[in-house]
């Protein structure tokens, strides 16, 4: 089974890299970007075969390694 | 208009981000890991309301600035 997790920035917290890119954006003539945010996506192969005890597990993944819960957030998405 | 873009490396180039991530999920105990890839998500604001239009500038933002197509693939879904 595939899981799919995306972790991005919380709202309110600052995101250099979005900044950057948004920039960048602007100055290779891109108009009307009015904001850009970015974020992590990491796919686990996983070899559990039961959808909700694979869902619990990457919970459980998110919260101690995947995302640092204190300024990001994180959806899970089975595939 | 909103837009999501997913950028990957591509099958067959090393992920040593996504290796690290599976050796640290190991050690920490969580078992049944085939495999992971993490990749970069990058969602945009936008001016532009037409679909069409909006999703044509965003694949050329891809080519041009926020993918490496040498080694990463992307996709992009208007949300």
Redesign the interface.
């Known amino acids: 089974m595939k899981a799919r997790v995306?972790v991005?920035l919380k709202n309110g917290v600052l995101d250099p890299q979005?900044e950057a890119?948004r920039h960048?954006?602007g100055a290779?003539g891109?108009?009307?970007?009015?904001?850009?945010?970015?974020?992590?996506?990491?796919?686990?192969?996983?070899?559990?075969t039961d959808t909700a005890r694979a869902e619990k597990?990457v919970t459980?993944?998110c919260e101690?390694?995947?995302a640092n819960t204190v300024i990001e957030s994180y959806r899970v998405e089975l595939v």
Chains 1, 2 share one sequence.
């Open positions: 995306h991005m979005g890119v960048a954006l290779m891109f108009e009307g970007v009015e904001g850009v945010r970015q974020g992590k996506v990491i796919e686990l192969d996983l070899a559990e597990t459980e993944m101690k390694l995947l």
